[in-house]
């Protein structure tokens, strides 16, 4: 008998806090001013316990905008201490020198920056914060020389659409780790907002599978838009070890004032950590269990071939249908009924031996996956060194494998390889 599989809170993301110093106008946490009854220093640091026995290897620490905690440089120590990986989400106005160093201090080994347009008046204006792409470009650049990974996050709209491929250019040319291509999902102050048509993310997700290649170390990813995947499967192409919707089953968020969510684009809420243990609402909540069975989505992704590879964006099918299980409103893919074959795949040692130097147990799963999945479209059964280095995008980095990630031992801050 298969045992049953265990599901780990492996990524966390959490709201610390409302307050912010910009007005974004796609902000799903509609952020701006504090909420009221936001969690206590205290508070949040008895969860770091909570999280590192569920086995939580990576959490991002982002708000509103997290720099405005005046504890924030605590809970990221705490969370560095509990063996996590940490990663801030800033807008980068606020980042300096002086606040890199402290980063860097407290145990934080990446940033996610914020740019959404190339021109500087056009961000400015989007953002609502005069002179905050100069900021943020400014704190992209200190954050690499402050050895801070950095991950540079674009939101694609109709307004900066044409640009992509510019600011991929725009992100490589400055060394960031990533660049993380966002397709928005209507919540929070995005309710007023267009998404592209489902036609429309098709394509833009096809140009961004086939700009991998031209980018390489630097990772070229999709959020939000999972069926990323199933394209890159069809043409033959990496990136298999990215995407599919991880709300629920590997990932969820904490908001503000203790809800916990499947996703920070989700505001149904599995549980409140003032009215029940995080350990119990991971555990046994029916919206979080219920995520976990692929065999109860709904429409077209319960029909599709994909669901297990890619299962939609829950996020979007609620605020599309008010129901989570319902099929991904964006993707055009009409399921064929034909299950994908899936034949076994061996592993040479040495590939093997490439693996198991990725430090974060939740990341070796998702590399593993995707390479069998790049393998079999390739018509292969075995995955070789060369067909790894053919297959992970980030592989070109220097060695070891997914340079910058950490090590980790039980109760120690993680350190660099």
């Known amino acids: 008998m298969t045992p049953p599989e265990i599901f780990r809170p492996s990524l966390i993301s959490w709201n610390l806090t409302r307050l912010c110093n910009l007005k974004c106008p796609h902000c799903y946490l509609s952020a701006g001013k504090k909420a009221d009854g936001e969690l206590t220093t205290d508070e ?31 809970l990221a120590d705490a969370a560095a201490s509990h063996g996590m990986w940490v990663v801030m989400g800033t807008n980068g106005v606020l980042l300096n020198e002086r606040v890199a160093k402290k980063m860097v201090e407290c145990g934080v080994k990446g940033v996610g920056i914020s740019i959404d347009s190339i021109d500087p008046a056009k961000h400015n204006s989007f953002r609502g914060g005069p002179d905050s792409w100069e900021y943020s470009v400014k704190a992209l650049e200190i954050a690499k020389a402050n050895g801070l990974e950095v991950l540079v996050q674009t939101t694609v709209m109709d307004m900066n659409r044409d640009e992509i491929p510019q600011l991929i250019d725009f992100a490589k040319e400055r060394g960031a780790w990533s660049f993380n291509l966002y397709f928005l999902v209507q919540t929070g102050r995005g309710q ?76 149904v809420a599995a549980g409140n950590i003032r009215q029940q243990s995080f350990t119990d609402i991971w555990n046994d909540s029916p919206v979080l269990n219920a995520l976990r069975d692929p065999n109860q989505l709904k ?97 070109g980095r220097a060695a070891p494998a997914f340079q910058g990630m950490p090590s980790f031992a039980p109760g120690k801050r993680p350190v660099a390889e």
């Open 44 to 74: 949040c640091l008895s969860l770091m316990g909570e999280m590192q026995g569920l086995g939580t290897e990576m959490v991002i620490l982002t708000g509103g905008e997290p720099l405005l905690r005046k504890d924030i440089y605590d």
């Open 192 to 267: 007023r907002m267009n998404d592209l048509s489902a036609v429309e993310t098709e394509i833009m997700l096809t140009e961004l599978v086939d700009a991998q290649e031209d980018y390489r170390p630097m990772l070229v990813r999709s959020k939000c838009a999972p069926q990323f995947k199933r394209i890159a499967y069809d043409l033959g192409r990496t990136g298999l070890e990215s995407g599919g919707c991880m709300a629920g089953t590997e990932y969820c968020r904490i908001t503000p004032d203790g809800d916990v969510t499947p996703c920070p684009y989700m505001t």
């Open 299 to 395: 429409g077209r992704c319960g029909a599709c071939e994909f669901k297990e590879l890619c299962g939609g964006c829950r996020c979007r099918a609620y605020a599309g249908f008010d129901d989570y299980l319902q099929e991904d409103p964006a993707c055009p893919h009409v399921p064929t009924g034909i299950p994908l074959e899936l034949v076994p795949i061996v592993w040479t040692d040495a590939a093997r031996a490439r693996l198991e130097r990725i430090p974060i147990k939740f990341i070796r799963k998702k590399v593993a996956l995707g390479l069998e999945g790049y393998a079999r479209s390739q018509g292969s059964r075995e995955i070789t060194l060369e067909l790894y280095d053919a297959g992970l995008q980030g592989s």
